[in-house]
T-cell receptor, first 115, second 115 residues
Framework: DAGVIQSPRHEVTEMGQEVTLRCKPISGHNSLFWYRQTMMRGLELLIYFNNNVPIDDSGMPEDRFSAKMPNASFSTLKIQPSEPRDSAVYFC?????????????FGEGSWLTVV | AQKVTQAQTEISVVEKEDVTLDCVYETRDTTYYLFWYKQPPSGELVFLIRRNSFDEQNEISGRYSWNFQKSTSSFNFTITASQVVDSAVYFCALSVNTGGFKTIFGAGTRLFVKA
């Protein structure tokens, strides 16, 4: 089975530009998570969805960040306008909420550099 | 509020040494899950183990073992006879139900295994 698929894997963009990160969760999973990893702050949970509905977006740093999940197989994280401090690795993860557990499985990450 | 503390920032050992990575968690929930993930230099996050709050049985998987003690809110990870390939950052994580399972991570412990 395919794992969590993220795109792009790497992106370099100029300050002020819009950035859109994409994620396809594991088929059958009903929870989706967006994390950001930086050296200073470690792994931060930005937002998570259950059954395509945002449950907790308290980790979203500012209004410049937005996330959507229009259907069970696709999610986006958008940054507009981007700033150099947004440079980080953004991980998408998914899990099956219910049954015997809720282990989250990560994509390979999207490495974002804002110059 | 939930919290995961990994007090060891970096550990350096020589190959074949045993090493224990500490994890202390905080939560008021009676139902929760604990996890360990490995992040090798390539950057992906790899799931290692999940434990639920009702199962304090220790687990061994090859050279890996985990010790879960609710009395001390700890979930420690031991690698026996470490190998160079074990060099990675290891994250402990806690998942609780907040209308969906929210998983938060500790700061990670970077393990260097020298040949």
């Amino acid at each position: 089975d395919a794992g969590v698929i993220q795109s792009p894997r790497h992106e370099v963009t100029e300050m002020g530009q819009e950035v859109t990160l994409r994620c396809k969760p594991i088929s059958g999973h009903n929870s989706l998570f967006w994390y950001r990893q930086t050296m200073m702050r470690g792994l931060e949970l930005l937002i998570y969805f259950n059954n395509n509905v945002p449950i907790d977006d308290s980790g979203m740093p500012e209004d410049r960040f937005s996330a959507k999940m229009p259907n069970a197989s696709f999610s986006t994280l958008k940054i507009q306008p981007s700033e150099p401090r947004d440079s980080a690795v953004y991980f998408c993860a998914s899990s099956w909420l219910g049954g015997s557990g809720n282990t989250i499985y990560f994509g390979e990450g999207s490495w974002l550099t804002v110059v | 509020a939930q919290k995961v503390t990994q007090a060891q920032t970096e550990i350096s050992v020589v190959e074949k040494e045993d090493v224990t990575l500490d994890c202390v968690y905080e939560t008021r929930d009676t139902t929760y899950y604990l996890f360990w993930y490995k992040q090798p230099p390539s950057g992906e996050l790899v799931f290692l183990i999940r434990r639920n709050s009702f199962d304090e049985q220790n687990e061994i998987s090859g050279r890996y073992s985990w010790n879960f003690q609710k009395s001390t809110s700890s979930f420690n990870f031991t690698i026996t006879a470490s190998q160079v390939v074990d060099s990675a950052v290891y994250f402990c994580a806690l998942s609780v139900n907040t209308g969906g399972f929210k998983t938060i991570f500790g700061a990670g412990t970077r393990l260097f295994v020298k040949a």
